[in-house]
């Protein structure tokens, strides 16, 4: 009987232990401009850590920027927007 309760019990704790291993954040990183888009897509990889601290690291970004100058009587407004997309695999 003691040993089928260890059993029992070594099996309960590694099933409520979190495996730390490595995982991989792919990430699409995109910048919209007046005139052009342009896109890269990048593999982070994260050494022995567990899923829901990789997940928590793995987010999305939204950064928007205006820039206005003014040369003279001429002032030029641009508006950029970047975007990073990134998804645990």
């Known amino acids: 009987m003691k040993k ?3 059993f029992a019990f070594a099996v ?10 490595d995982r991989t954040c792919q ?5 919209t401009g007046t005139t052009n ?8 990889t994260y050494t022995k850590i567990k899923k829901a ?7 999305k970004s939204t950064v928007n920027s205006t820039s206005t100058q003014t040369n003279g009587n ?3 407004t641009t508006s950029s927007s970047y975007v990073s997309n990134c998804k645990l695999k």
């Open 4 to 6: 089928i309760t260890l």
């Open 12 to 21: 309960a704790a590694l099933s409520l232990a979190s495996c730390k291993k």
């Open 27 to 31: 990430c699409t990183y995109t910048q």
């Open 37 to 44: 888009v342009t896109s890269h897509t990048e593999d982070i």
């Open 53 to 59: 601290d990789a997940k928590y690291n793995c987010d």
């Open 74 to 76: 001429v002032t030029t």
